[in-house]
């Protein structure tokens, strides 16, 4: 599959809350996400220098208004390929859900895979019908960073529907007065690792 994604930097989740609520944005539940990421073996291909990545996320589910709803853990291991344009964060990604997070952990290692770091995002989950298509978008707040993002992503099987998903996003994102110049390319780890190295 082909994840459209588009990120944005926000300076008041409050208002972002209350504009989703105004376009009738459902809120749908609450996520705690650790997501660590590899490197290949040394030796072999930088995924920092081809833009890939390579995720282990464990992703505890919760209600940020139902405290007394029951936490749900699930496990991802995810590929993303390289970025395909110069606005967003679009490329290929293939997400297996397993079953255990420590066993993968230990199996990546031994084959040599080196564990970059860990990313912890805590994010609200919302669910909008815009244009008779289901958009999902989230507020992000990435506490090493100490910023507050959102992020609108579509699916797609298809290169030749990149453009037009694109472009529903982005026009989706104008509704809340977020314009096209706001979109934020590099990824998380990306951004971390800026701001460590004091870029």
Known sequence: MIEVEIKVKISDPNLIRKKFEDFNGVYKLSLHHEDTYFNMPKGLRDFKQTDEALRLRKSIEFDRIDKEMTQKVNYFITYKGKKIDKTTKTREEIEVKINEIEDMKNLLKQLGFRDVFTVVKERELYDFKFKNTRIEALIDYIPILEQHFVEVELLTESYENIDENKELLFQFLESFGIKKQE?????????????????
């Open 183 to 199: 979109s934020v390319r590099m990824s998380y780890l990306e951004l971390i690792v800026n701001k460590l190295m004091g870029k």
